[in-house]
Structures are given as structure tokens and as C-alpha cells.
């Protein structure tokens, strides 16, 4: 929030990462902050999820969303 920029927070099953909203420009764009704050494709989630032998669903990739 101090750059005005609102990050999204993406709980993948045994791991938790950032993204960053396609409003930027660039596409979904997803970061990982437990590995120095790594850029991460949507293939390396994909890989991320399925090191825990799960199989990847779209919605994986979908924002934590905030309950009151």
C-alpha cells in the first residue's frame, strides 16, 4: 500500500505467495516471497503445487479472499 499499489495474497496448497493484479499491465505476475521475492510464472506455481503431489486447479492461482 505505500507505493498505491494493492497486492493479492495466494495460498497454493503449501505455500503461500504474492501477486500482483493484472491492472499493471503485465498479466498476472506472482511473486514468492520465502525465496527473496522471486518472480513466478503461473507454470511455476503450477510446479510449486504439484511438488506436493497435487494435482493443479486454475483457482489455485485465485486471491485469499478476506472474511469480516
Known sequence: RAFGISLDV?????HI????PQSLGAG????D????????TY???REIVERY???FR???????????
Do not use: Y
Request: hydrophobic share 40%; net charge negative; with cysteine.
Open 10 to 14: 495466494i495460498g497454493l496448497p503449501g
Open 17 to 20: 505467495i504474492i501477486g500482483v
Open 28 to 31: 498476472q505476475i506472482f511473486v
Open 53 to 55: 503431489n497435487i494435482t
Open 43 to 45: 507454470d511455476d506455481c
Open 58 to 68: 486454475d483457482e489455485m492461482a485465485n486471491p485469499i479472499t478476506h472474511i469480516d
Open 33 to 40: 516471497p520465502f525465496d527473496g521475492g522471486r518472480i513466478l
